[in-house]
């Protein structure tokens, strides 16, 4: 990776597409649980919300359908409440590399974004094990588009260790995960 601007964002959030989850996990096995961004009533109108396991997740009850108040402009902090109004450069990698050139940076360490929420609250090793290896794996299509992309790996916080460790190999090896 070539340096231009000097500067690495050590605390930034990947947006997942919206059909990052439906599209890599058995709807057969998994269903209506699968991560998903479904229409909710609040307070009166029709918004948008990220649901895991069949119930809202993360900060489903507030916020927005997407957490990224620095791309959305005035008045700060400001979330978007449907899919449609979510800038691209949040979950779009190729997007987000005009958006890095533009604030003069020169890679992100990735962090999870939003999606996944109650995987970790389900109780349920299989299904956390199996958003977990979605979630790294749309992270690896980042790596894809540019090595200024630096994915930290999820882990399957409910798997035994040696699930862990099989998990963080694989992001790694397939993806390019770094930490």
Partial sequence: MELRYGMISADSHAAYER????????????????PQVVEIERDGRAVQRWTSYGRLAGSGEGGGVCNCPALMGAPFPHFPQRWEDVP???YDPGDRLGALDTDGVDAEVLFQGGGPGSAFESGDP???L???RASNDALTEWTHVS???LPLVLVPYLSG???MKQEIERAIVKGGHRG
């Fill in 88 to 90: 691209r450069a949040a």
């Fill in 147 to 149: 090595d200024r992309y």
């Fill in 161 to 163: 260790v040696q699930t």
């Fill in 19 to 34: 059909n990052a989850f439906t599209s890599r996990m058995s709807s057969t096995r998994w269903g209506d649980r699968i």
């Fill in 130 to 132: 199996d958003v977990v």
């Fill in 126 to 128: 299989e299904y956390e």
